[in-house]
T-cell receptor
Framework: GAVVSQHPSWVICKSGTSVKIECRSLDFQATTMFWYRQFPKQSLMLMATSNEGSKATYEQGVEKDKFLINHASLTLSTLTVTSAHPEDSSFYIC???????????FGNGTRLTVT | GEDVEQSLFLSVREGDSSVINCTYTDSSSTYLYWYKQEPGAGLQLLTYIFSNMDMKQDQRLTVLLNKKDKHLSLRIADTQTGDSAIYFCAETLSSNTGKLIFGQGTTLQVKP
């Protein structure tokens, strides 16, 4: 069964509003979670690394004020897309690993459409 | 920099074997992964291999790693229509990071 749960699976919002996406590890604790973005028919690009109890680490070119990440517990990370615009429409996927040397498991993704 | 390349499309008949190929550039890769993505869904981890291994088999899946040529392949035996999906090859340079470098994905089409 799924070891990483992501919610919601899809969301439609109006331009200018904010959207929060949750990523939960179901049967393990994850001090680190990762957020990816996937454009249609393209591969995944790492956006940021979410660290429990500390600030997220963002990849080059990713606006940290636009994509707010909070990792408040060992099983939950949230990504908030602030003041969303149509160009933010994409598929957002989170992943987590329970321990060092163990493979990453991905959530089912969130399809965001900004109108 | 790091780069992972895959062919974009593969079509096979049901019951045949499928072989999806991947090449990577960074010789310091420690882990190499195969993920499956069905339409509108997230990524499902299929299998992974450590860089010090040459082969790994798991039921219908066989992964071969040629470190000299930096070539990774995924063989699916007795391919079924349910195997139709996009398959991503990915590498990571460290066991402690989620910075996977993904290939472009190979769309596998299985014809009945």
């Amino acid at each position: 069964g799924a070891v990483v749960s992501q919610h919601p699976s899809w969301v439609i919002c109006k331009s200018g509003t904010s959207v929060k996406i949750e990523c939960r590890s179901l049967d393990f604790q994850a001090t680190t979670m990762f957020w990816y973005r996937q454009f249609p028919k393209q591969s995944l690009m790492l956006m940021a690394t979410s660290n429990e109890g500390s600030k997220a680490t963002y990849e080059q070119g990713v606006e940290k004020d636009k994509f707010l990440i909070n990792h408040a517990s060992l099983t939950l990370s949230t990504l908030t897309v602030t003041s969303a615009h149509p160009e933010d429409s994409s598929f957002y996927i989170c992943s987590a690993s329970g321990q060092n040397n163990s493979p990453l498991h991905f959530g089912n993704g969130t399809r965001l459409t900004v109108t | 920099g790091e780069d992972v390349e895959q062919s974009l499309f593969l079509s096979v008949r049901e019951g045949d074997s499928s072989v999806i190929n991947c090449t990577y550039t960074d010789s310091s890769s420690t882990y190499l992964y195969w993920y499956k993505q069905e339409p509108g869904a997230g990524l499902q981890l299929l299998t992974y291999i450590f860089s010090n291994m040459d082969m790994k088999q798991d039921q219908r899946l066989t992964v071969l790693l040629n470190k000299k040529d930096k070539h990774l392949s995924l063989r699916i035996a007795d391919t079924q229509t349910g195997d139709s999906a996009i398959y991503f090859c990915a590498e990571t340079l460290s066991s402690n990071t989620g910075k996977l470098i993904f290939g472009q994905g190979t769309t596998l089409q299985v014809k009945p």
